[in-house]
């Protein structure tokens, strides 16, 4: 019978949805690969405890003279692991009457709502450093990357540094470095060069920009990104994506969840800074 749902075609579908979701979820993630990540799958408990080192400063010393002892301490971070999921409901006649493969799309949808989730989550801890530069009165400007990289540098950061703005605020470093588009009696540096020709802003001031719409705007409606070292904020997940099916008869649909458990903390203030900047365009 045609449009028939048998069991191999709906492990057939299983099997792509969870392809996909995979694949989405990794390829959609934009800041947690930039910050530390623990991986606690298997491991008993929900709550992992990150230790953090305090600097430790050598001295000058004489031949002879016995070393004075310098404390060793330790300030752990806390990280709790909660729920993430997404439910998609697919209908038979969705299904049977689809042209393009449905498969892949739902996967699209769960991997894609997944790790718009963490990366919102992650993006929600900008607003916690206590070192900010720019104002929600103006538009960011090449000179606040260049602040927040000396502040970093002046912490003693490790780098790599990285920034996650909104696409509003990259949109006006763009328009600085290339201004706006018009002739210029100067030559365009090569980040100008790679933002007109490209659209990517690249590296500045030793910091990597990537752009993110779960950059989201204050209580004062500006758009509040960040710049900072990868061991400023981290990452711990619990459980890795999983995909799973039920069958609803009365509803002629299959439901189908992508779930996992993870959790987000700061670890070092020092190391990040808020970049704040108007949220018009």
């Known amino acids: 019978m045609a449009n028939e749902a048998t069991s191999t075609s709906l492990n057939d579908l299983y099997a792509n949805i969870v392809q996909a979701a995979l694949f989405t979820l990794s390829e959609q993630t934009v800041i947690r ?3 530390r990540n623990y991986n606690m799958v298997g491991t008993p408990g929900l709550v992992a405890q990150v230790p953090k080192y305090a600097a430790i400063a050598a001295d000058s010393v004489t ?4 070393l004075n002892n310098t404390a060793f301490t330790t300030d752990p971070a806390t990280i709790t692991a909660t729920e993430a999921g997404v439910l998609v409901t697919l209908t038979d006649l969705a299904r049977e009457g689809a042209a393009e493969d449905v498969a892949a799309a739902v996967g699209r949808q769960i991997g894609d ?7 919102t989550d992650l993006a929600a801890l900008f607003t916690g450093f206590t070192n900010t530069v ?10 606040d990357f260049f602040k927040a990289a000396a502040i970093l540098r002046n912490n003693q950061a490790p780098g790599n540094y990285v920034s996650v703005i909104h696409p509003y605020q ?9 201004n706006a588009g018009t002739t210029m009696s100067h030559n365009l540096s ?4 790679t933002a007109l020709r490209d659209g990517f802003v690249g590296r500045l001031a030793g910091i990597d920009i990537f752009e993110s719409t779960v950059v989201t705007g204050d209580s004062a409606g500006a758009f509040v990104g960040a710049v900072m070292s990868s061991d400023a904020l981290a990452y711990m997940v619990k459980r890795e994506m999983r995909i799973e099916e039920q069958r ?3 509803l002629r649909a299959t439901e189908i969840v992508g779930s996992m458990a993870y959790g987000v903390s700061e670890l070092f203030d020092a190391y990040g800074v808020q970049l704040i900047g108007d949220a018009q365009l």
């Open 170 to 178: 990259a949109f006006q470093i763009k328009k600085q470095l290339t």
């Open 33 to 35: 690969p930039l910050v």
């Open 190 to 193: 090569d980040v100008g060069n």
């Open 63 to 66: 031949e002879g003279i016995d």
């Open 248 to 250: 609803d008869a009365s």
């Open 134 to 143: 720019g104002s929600g009165a103006r538009e960011l400007t090449v000179e």
């Open 113 to 119: 709502g997944l790790a718009k989730k963490v990366d």
